[in-house]
């Protein structure tokens, strides 16, 4: 492991608004009022990278909490640094498996998900690693409060062929399908956040695709 990821990791462990690991286990069903210290709704980011998104949303709507879910350490230390940097109090990032998300949270206590640029996972063999699989739909169910959003933003046209398919074949309620997010009606303040990575898609002249959709 390079110096610079020692380091973060190193930060990290002192970042009050950073839980690795079974540490977060212990605001399972209190995350606004054990955590946050309030009673808003909250708000998660899955594979949120360098938590840009997570952080941008938290500026945008502070009277909702934000937390940004990832398993690499060394990226999650960028969006937690910023956030303490500029005193952004209602974010925090969780450093877990997405596959535990049961473990974290209660049923119901999620208010809406953000899917941002996730690994596409193309081999058909690992479809069920895939954000938006029934594997993890069926896990977003049982999670997101009644009438709960999930959001999918992605450059990956598969993917978002993927997901437009699963919600028909599932019978999910979609509220909006773009395949060219920054040439379509959508585009408005929150979607159009972008990533680092989405930076440079965009360079590439990439098109970006967005899906809105509930249970």
């Known amino acids: 492991m390079g110096k610079d990821k020692l380091r973060r990791f190193a930060e990290i462990e002192n970042f009050n608004n950073v839980l690795q690991l ?8 209190n995350w606004s009022s054990g955590f946050f210290k309030n009673t808003n ?7 949120c990278g ?15 909490n934000f937390i940004g879910i990832d398993y690499k350490g060394n990226r999650i230390w960028r969006g937690a640094k910023t956030a303490v940097e500029d005193g952004v ?13 049961l473990d974290y949270f209660a049923p119901g206590e999620i208010d ?8 596409p996972q193309p081999q058909l063999s690992r479809e069920k690693k895939r954000l938006t699989s029934p ?8 999670l997101l409060k009644v009438g709960g959003f999930i959001n999918l933003k992605t450059d990956n046209d598969d993917l978002h062929t993927y997901t437009a398919d ?12 773009t395949e060219d997010l920054y040439n379509s ?30 249970f």
């Not at 079974?22 to 069903?29: P, T």
């Not at 709704?41 to 594979?47: H, K, S, Y």
């Not at 938590?51 to 502070?62: C, K, M, R, S």
């Open 135 to 142: 594997r993890f739909l069926n896990m977003y169910q049982q």
């Open 41 to 47: 709704p909250v708000v998660v980011e899955l594979a």
């Open 112 to 119: 809406e998900i953000w899917i941002t640029f996730p690994d």
């Open 185 to 214: 009606a959508h585009a408005n303040e929150v979607l159009s956040i972008k990533t680092y990575y989405e930076k440079k898609y965009l360079k590439d002249n990439k098109n970006i695709n967005y899906l809105k959709f509930s």
């Open 89 to 101: 109090a209602n974010v925090a990032f969780l450093r877990i498996q997405i596959e535990n998300l």
């Open 22 to 29: 079974d540490a977060g286990k212990a605001y399972k069903g």
């Open 166 to 177: 699963k919600i028909d074949e599932l019978k999910l309620s979609l509220y909006v399908k």
């Open 50 to 64: 360098k938590g840009e998104y997570t952080v941008n949303l938290a500026v945008l709507f502070p009277d909702k």
